[in-house]
């Protein structure tokens, strides 16, 4: 996955268009893009592909978050078959919007087609009429996700016939095929609160911050092993990061003043201190005018970028 020890990623355009982060150009854009993006991303070593997850956005959000949200199991499963090696991710699917047998033959099926490229990420989502137009109790989104978690690990399991008790959820006897193509799927826990920080340590194989800045990056990954260390879970977690906005070379345009832009070798260096703090994978995104300067970035950021990001010096 990606370029030596530290893995790189990144969230496709086009599949959601929130007011804080859509290019103008993705207004215009629509599968053909999607699939030619995903193309490139499998081409130049991207480690996964991502989508998000909303399923109906109020009046009240949709300037600020506009309504064009994908559906990602169906995304997935359509870049899947366009693509061979690029791992394919949810960042984040709202799982407890759904029982979570519907999710576990959603994404087991997905994972089979797949050949077990399935990165399945969570999070608690923050849209309260979603939550109330599908039934579920928006206060009690964050227990709802944990005992969602638990219940997905069991459904997604090696058993034909999984079986689950919780206080929400209970199944058994019941039978689903195909069964996933990897032995166990990743599953991910996305967002930077308390609460998520300590579902990713006791919950999951990775956590996926949402908006930390640098600087306060190192406390939550120390406060992440500390507390998976105190649950009594050897096994490692995964540290996902989420880069600043990006720009190889020298932008003839305005990127905006956060937005890292130069030769490929400067860039290199300061992503370097991602994986100076323990990070494991960098979810990137790159400002571009088009869907061309978009995959020239991309195949520019695998070029030059990509090699250098474990150097020592």
Not at 104 to 118: E, F, I, N, V
């Amino acid at each position: 996955m990606g370029s030596g020890s530290v893995a790189y990623g990144m969230q496709l355009p086009v599949q959601s268009q929130s007011s804080l982060y859509a290019e103008e150009w993705e207004r215009r854009a629509g599968p053909d893009d999607l699939v030619e993006i995903a193309r490139t991303a499998d081409r130049t070593g991207f480690a996964y592909i991502a989508t998000c997850d909303h399923v109906a956005i109020p009046r009240r959000l949709a300037d600020a978050m506009s309504t064009v949200w994908y559906d990602p199991v169906a995304t997935l499963a359509h870049l899947a078959a366009v693509t061979e090696n690029v791992r394919l991710m949810s960042h984040v699917a709202i799982v407890g919007l759904r029982h979570p047998l519907l999710s576990a033959k959603q994404y087991a099926t997905l994972d089979h087609l797949s050949g077990g490229r399935l990165i399945l990420g969570v999070g608690a989502g923050h849209v309260q009429e979603e939550f109330e137009a599908l039934g579920v109790d928006f206060a009690r989104r964050g227990p709802i996700l944990d005992e969602t978690i638990d219940a997905l690990r069991a459904a997604l399991g090696a058993e034909e016939y999984p079986e689950y008790t919780g206080e929400t959820f209970a199944f058994r006897d019941l039978g689903q095929l195909p069964r996933p193509a990897q032995a166990r799927v990743p599953l991910w826990v996305g967002g930077s609160s308390p609460a998520a920080i300590r579902r990713a340590a006791t919950h999951a194989d990775g956590w996926l911050p949402q908006g930390d800045p640098r600087d306060k990056l190192p406390a939550q990954i120390t406060k992440l092993k500390r507390l998976r260390q105190e649950a009594g879970i050897a096994e490692p977690v995964t540290v996902g990061a989420i880069a600043e906005p990006l720009y190889v070379g020298e932008p003839g345009w305005s990127v905006g003043r956060r937005t890292l832009a130069g030769k490929p070798e400067a860039l290199a260096e300061s992503l370097r201190a991602y994986a100076a703090m323990g990070v494991d994978q960098i979810q990137v995104r790159f400002r571009s005018r088009s869907r061309t300067e978009l995959t020239d970035q991309m195949a520019a950021f695998a070029d030059g970028v990509a090699p250098h990001l474990d150097d020592p010096h």
